[in-house]
Nanobody, 123 residues
Framework: QVQLVESGGGLVQAGGSLRLSCAAS????????VGWFRQAPEKQREMVAA???????NYADSVKGRFTISRDNAKNTAYLQMNSLKPDDTAVYYC?????????????????WGQGTQVTVSS
């Protein structure tokens, strides 16, 4: 069992930066792949970035070059560094943990989810 808690969301102007954190409970965090997802009002949830147990990464085209996912297994924490933010990045951001294949599959079948953190980018 893994419990995930996101933090770091907030209100930022376009062009600004935020760093989201996903703190995990339990001693098995390093054995899970981690994904960051977002859902804007009236839009489907989409995967933003994912990182495997060996730190292989995958990004949505819309955030490549602007967002960076990372993990610190010693701290049981994953991060999403978001730079050059745009109003279209406004959404609730969730982290999820599970098998790589479950994280990246469309619709995601990740086993564990956090409660989400709001990111609002003003123009």
């Amino acid at each position: 069992q893994v419990q995930l808690v996101e933090s770091g969301g907030g209100l930022v102007q376009a062009g600004g930066s935020l760093r989201l954190s996903c703190a995990a409970s339990g001693r098995t965090f390093s054995t899970y792949s981690v994904g960051w997802f977002r859902q804007a009002p009236e839009k489907q949830r989409e995967m933003v970035a994912a990182i495997s147990t060996s730190s292989y990464t995958n990004y949505a085209d819309s955030v490549k070059g602007r967002f960076t996912i990372s993990r610190d297994n010693a701290k049981n924490t994953a991060y999403l560094q978001m730079n050059s933010l745009k109003p279209d990045d406004t959404a609730v951001y969730y982290c999820a943990a599970g098998r790589w294949a479950d994280i990246v599959v469309p619709g995601s079948l990740a086993s564990y989810w956090g409660q989400g953190t709001q990111v609002t980018v003003s123009s």
